[in-house]
C-alpha cells in the first residue's frame, strides 16, 4: 500500500499507474483550475470580485460558452498527466533510500517528506515550469484570444519573449512543487497509517481516496502563497523582478491575505483530486504489478 514503509514499488508500474491517475483527475477537475487561475491573476481577477465561486463559474458560461471552462485542457493534461506520473515515479525511487536513511542521516519519519522535495524539484525542472507557462496563458486570455492551441502559444511566447521565458516563475514553481509535495507525501502517509491502525491493517478503496482528499487539503493552505506567486510571474502583464519582488508587491499594496487568493478554489480542486488521483493509482497499481 501507498505509504506503507519498508515497501518497494515498481518503477514502472508507478509510472503508468500514476499516468492514468492523472488522466482520470483532469478531466473531472478542470473547472476549477481555470477559475482558480483567473482568481489568482492580476489582469483578469477584476471580473470575478465580489461574487461567489458559483456566480463566477456561471458568469464564464454566459461570456464565453461552456467550453471555456476547459481553456486550456490540453496544457494542463500535458502538465497534470506526467506531474503525476513523475509524482509517482519519485514515490517509487526515492522514498526507499531515504527511509534507509532515516535515524541515520535524516529525522526518523522524515522520508516522506525528502522524497517530496526530490520529486518536486524533478518535476517543476523537467515539464512543470513551461507547461503551467503556457496554462496560465491560455486560461486568462479573456476576449483577445491571442493563445489558442498550445504549440502555437509557445510558438508565440518564444517569438514575442524569448525562449527562455517558458521557465518564468521556475523558483517559485520548485517552491511550489517541492514544499506541497513534501506536505502531500507526508500528509498522505500519516492519515493512510491512522486509516490503517483503525481498520486493523484492513485497508479499503475509501481509505485512499480520504487520505488523499485529506493530504491536499494541508497543501491547498499550506502552499497557496509559492502557487500564487507562480501565476503572477508566469501572467503576461507580470513586471516584477524576481520571485522575492513579486512577494514584497504584493504585500506592500494587497496585503498578506493576497498570497492566499484562490486557495479555496485550490482547495475545491485539488482535495477531490487528490482523492481520485490516490484511489485510482492504487486500483491500476494493483492491475500492473505483475504484468510489467
Not at 518497494?8 to 482558480?36: H, W, Y
Not at 484570444?145 to 508565440?156: P, R
Amino acid at each position: 500500500m501507498s505509504g506503507q514503509k519498508g515497501q518497494k514499488r515498481n518503477i514502472f508500474a508507478s509510472t503508468l499507474a500514476g499516468t492514468g491517475a492523472g488522466l482520470v483527475e483532469v478531466s473531472l477537475m478542470q473547472p476549477t483550475d481555470v477559475l482558480k487561475t483567473r482568481y489568482q491573476s492580476i489582469r483578469v481577477a477584476s471580473n470575478y470580485n465580489d461574487i461567489s465561486i458559483l456566480r463566477s463559474f456561471a458568469k464564464i458560461v454566459k461570456q464565453e460558452g461552456f467550453f471555456a471552462l476547459y481553456r486550456g485542457t490540453l496544457p494542463v493534461m500535458c502538465i497534470v498527466t506526467p506531474r503525476v506520473s513523475l509524482q509517482y515515479t519519485g514515490l517509487a525511487m526515492f522514498k526507499p533510500i531515504f527511509e534507509r536513511m532515516e535515524g541515520k542521516f535524516i529525522p526518523s519519519g522524515s522520508a516522506s517528506a525528502f522524497t517530496g522535495v526530490c520529486t518536486g524539484i524533478m518535476q517543476a525542472i523537467t515539464l512543470v515550469t513551461p507547461l503551467e507557462l503556457i496554462k496560465i496563458r491560455q486560461q486568462t486570455d479573456i476576449n483577445r484570444f491571442k493563445y489558442h492551441g498550445m504549440f502555437s502559444t509557445i510558438a508565440l511566447i518564444v517569438k514575442e519573449e524569448g525562449i527562455t521565458a517558458l521557465y518564468k516563475g521556475l523558483v517559485p514553481t520548485i517552491f511550489r512543487q517541492s514544499w506541497g509535495l513534501a506536505v502531500k507525501f507526508t500528509g498522505f502517509a500519516l492519515f493512510l497509517d491512522l486509516f490503517r491502525m483503525q481498520s486493523n491493517d484492513n485497508l479499503k478503496p475509501h481509505h485512499f481516496v480520504a487520505s488523499g482528499f485529506l493530504s491536499n487539503v494541508l497543501v491547498g493552505i499550506l502552499n497557496s502563497p509559492p502557487d500564487v506567486v507562480k501565476t503572477r510571474m508566469q501572467d503576461q502583464s507580470a513586471s516584477y523582478k524576481s520571485s522575492w519582488d513579486c512577494v514584497k508587491i504584493m504585500m506592500k499594496y494587497e496585503g498578506p491575505l493576497s498570497l492566499f487568493k484562490g486557495s479555496l478554489l485550490r482547495i475545491i480542486r485539488i482535495a477531490p483530486g487528490g482523492g481520485i488521483q490516490f484511489a485510482t493509482f492504487e486500483y491500476l497499481y494493483r492491475l500492473l504489478e505483475n504484468k510489467v
